[in-house]
């Protein structure tokens, strides 16, 4: 090939490229195609979504009868009204959500909580949580859930 013909056929492949690029970035940033991690991390949400969802510690029937270290009724009443007050109101407020998990004795107290929270709001802490969590979110709440301890 000549020079001329090597220097028309950069003339349009060099902006050809530039654009698929910046398509192709502009596509990741919105969301419309994800990199192989990206859709990995997306996946472990899910997994950890569908977890919490689906787990018996938001059953507020399920800590009845084990043996475990419960909360004080007094921090259960506070803990309850924490996550309505980040749960419930307009936005929602995922630090104080996960600053109330982290102040769990153990697993058990998920549900002495989901308890008193349906006692106070007359609404299953599950769908609250369903309802006002992001799959990403659930992945953070699931991840300080598992350093709890059982009971």
Do not use: C
């Amino acid at each position: 090939m000549s020079k001329a013909v090597i220097v028309k056929v950069l003339m349009y492949a060099v902006p050809i490229v530039v654009l698929l690029y910046v398509v192709t970035m502009v596509m990741k940033r919105f969301g419309i195609i994800q990199s192989g991690s990206e859709k990995r991390e997306d996946k472990r949400n899910d997994k950890a979504a569908n977890d919490i969802i689906t787990s018996d510690l938001l059953n507020p029937n399920y800590h009845k009868g084990k043996l475990f270290t419960p909360l004080p009724d007094s921090m259960v009443d506070k803990f309850a009204r924490q996550l309505g007050s980040a749960l419930r109101w307009w936005g929602t407020n995922e630090a104080l959500v996960y600053s109330t998990y982290k102040s769990y004795f153990n697993k058990m107290n998920i549900s002495q909580v989901a308890e008193k929270y349906y006692e106070i709001y007359d609404e299953d802490l599950r769908a609250a949580i369903a309802n006002d969590l992001s799959n990403e979110e659930m992945g953070v709440l699931a991840q300080i859930i598992k350093t709890l301890p059982n009971r």
